[in-house]
């Protein structure tokens, strides 16, 4: 699961490391990993609050887009942040769902030359199940939702890289599908930031 | 990562540590064959298995295991000395794999792994003849020293005559029977007592003194997860030579998960005076690591119930190789 978006300002790249953002600035941020490979984008909007899309695949297999906003909640030398995403789970094959989701995620780190992070979260999900049963009275539709939980956790490393590149590794803890075991996978990523505050 | 670095590192030396004492061990419950041929609904109920993010390709993580290659490096991990493959025809539950896939891993690994035999019963009535023409072949293959039979995933009543024949060639051709007993997890089984409690054979193994019957998983019910079945399987061991129990797949992480039911059955089966007639086997290979997993987790109970050095070792291997008249392992 994408652990964290890196946008930089111009001039002070690690202003905007854990999440939020200034007004005027952007960032971007792409993630290659065992199991989770996937791209992320952020807008600051003002006010601490950011406008983010993310996309996010395990193994090729799960698909996870989404869309939401991060606020800053807490701006010292430890950083606070949440966002809240919506969007679409589609996993086909053998224990295929797809379905609409929902998720929470707060996170914290701490300013300087090598940031650490953790992160932590919640995601939900109603698979949806389509059902056509044809007799001889005709074919009768239905529709069902399930639910799914996902806990999502974290823990990286991010460095600066002059004012407008960081660089990132870390673990991702997250525990899909509960009560399904899952094992942890690690990640590297890189963040590309712009704009001017 | 820990699976890559167990897959990476040199085999441990063989054998499990019991008591300060090094005891060899023959699992003797693994299953093989092909993705394919296993109906898509215990395909769901085998990926479920698999953690993630290994449930998200099960066909691959499945071939992974279950290719003698996958199966012998399992075996390599758990220090385990053998296992034996089991052939199974149940189209309507866990699938097929076939007698000549289980001969061919058989063959590509002589040294480690053995086999066991089954039959189509799906046009009984019409097939009896070729099917057990098709067992006695499979008999005849290097390493193919037993047959296995699952009265619930087969849908088989344990005390329908129709099917004695098959007792019947086994004591002819001196080939220990490996039994599905207890019910079943998976889908499309038949879970009727008739196809799962082993009273129901017992006419069959007194009709058969010269054929052996395992009786698999102790009886345990798998849906319930309870051992109330396990009476049957005492009953029998004590009143019949010629019936044993095989402890595989009760023990497991997923079936016992408050861990209460394996100290019940192996404190059971050693206070009866059974442990001459007690086969360890997993039931494996499931998923990576699962065989090394169960095998501690015996070892763990044996000791936890006051299993003697002499107990376990009948038990991890002596008591198999000697019904199945196989030399002795030794380290």
């Keep these: 699961m994408i652990a964290l978006l890196l946008p930089a300002a111009l ?30 984008a952020q807008v600051g909007v003002g006010k601490g609050w950011a406008l983010r899309a993310d996309y996010e695949t395990a193994s090729f297999a799960r698909h996870q887009p989404a869309l939401g906003v991060g606020y800053r909640w807490l701006d010292r030398r430890w950083r606070i942040t949440g966002e809240a995403m919506a969007g679409w789970v589609y996993q086909p094959g053998t224990l295929a769902q797809s379905g609409p989701s929902g998720e929470l995620r707060i996170r914290a780190g701490r300013t300087g030359r090598v940031v650490p992070i953790v992160n932590l979260g919640m995601q939900g999900i109603l698979p949806l199940t389509r059902t056509v049963v044809i007799s001889d009275g005709g074919e009768e539709r239905s529709l069902s939702a399930d639910t799914g939980l996902t806990l999502t956790g974290g823990l990286g490393v991010a460095v600066p890289i002059g004012a407008r590149l960081a660089a990132e590794a870390g673990l991702d803890l997250d525990w899909v599908d509960v009560p399904t075991i899952s094992i942890p996978g690690a990640y590297v990523a890189i963040s590309v930031a712009g704009g001017e505050r | 990562m820990l699976l890559f670095l167990l897959a990476c590192s040199e085999p441990p030396e063989p054998g499990v540590l019991y008591d300060g004492q090094r005891l060899p061990v023959v699992d003797m419950h693994l299953h093989s064959g092909d993705w394919e041929g296993v109906p898509s609904g215990t395909q769901s109920f085998i990926a479920r298995n698999f953690p993630f993010p290994f449930n998200l390709d099960p066909e691959t993580t499945a071939k992974s295991t279950l290719s003698a290659e996958g199966i012998v490096e399992q075996l390599d991990i758990a220090a385990i000395s053998h296992g034996v493959v089991f052939a ?14 289980i001969s ?12 066991l035999a089954s039959l189509p019963i799906e046009s009984w009535e019409t097939g ?3 099917a057990l023409a098709q067992l006695e072949a499979a008999l005849q293959e290097p390493g193919m020293v037993g047959i296995k039979l699952a009265h619930t995933h087969m849908h088989q009543r ?22 599905h007993t207890g019910s079943s997890p998976f889908p499309g089984t038949q879970p009727d007592p008739a196809y799962t409690d082993p009273r129901y054979l017992e006419e069959a193994i007194a009709l058969h003194p010269d054929a052996d019957f395992i009786l698999g998983h102790a009886c345990y019910d798998f849906i319930n997860e309870d051992t109330l079945d396990l009476d049957s399987c005492v009953d029998l061991a004590r009143r019949y030579p010629n019936v044993y129990i095989e402890i595989s797949a009760l023990g497991s992480s997923s079936s016992d998960a408050r861990a209460e ?12 005076g059974l442990t001459e007639r007690v086969i360890y086997g997993s039931d494996g290979p499931q998923r990576p690591g699962f065989l090394l997993a169960y095998l501690e987790r015996t070892v763990s109970v044996m000791e936890e119930v006051g299993y003697t050095d002499a107990e376990a070792r009948a038990v991890l291997s002596d008591n198999f190789t000697a019904l199945f008249g196989l030399d002795a392992v030794t380290l």
């Design chain 2, 88 to 101: 199974v025809y149940a189209p309507r539950s866990v699938g097929v794999a076939s007698n000549e896939t």
């Design chain 2, 261 to 272: 039911d394996y100290p019940v059955v192996l404190d059971r089966l050693r206070s009866e």
């Design chain 2, 158 to 179: 344990m005390d329908d005559p129709d099917y004695y024949s098959i007792y019947a060639l086994a004591a002819a051709q001196g080939a220990p029977l490996y039994l």
């Design chain 2, 104 to 115: 061919a891993q058989v063959a590509e690994a002589p040294g480690r792994l053995w086999g």
């Design chain 1, 11 to 40: 001039a002070a790249p690690l202003d905007l490391v854990l999440g939020g953002a200034d007004a005027g600035t952007y960032a971007a941020r792409a993630q290659v990993g065992f199991p989770w490979t996937g791209a992320s």
């Design chain 2, 128 to 130: 009896e003849e070729a």
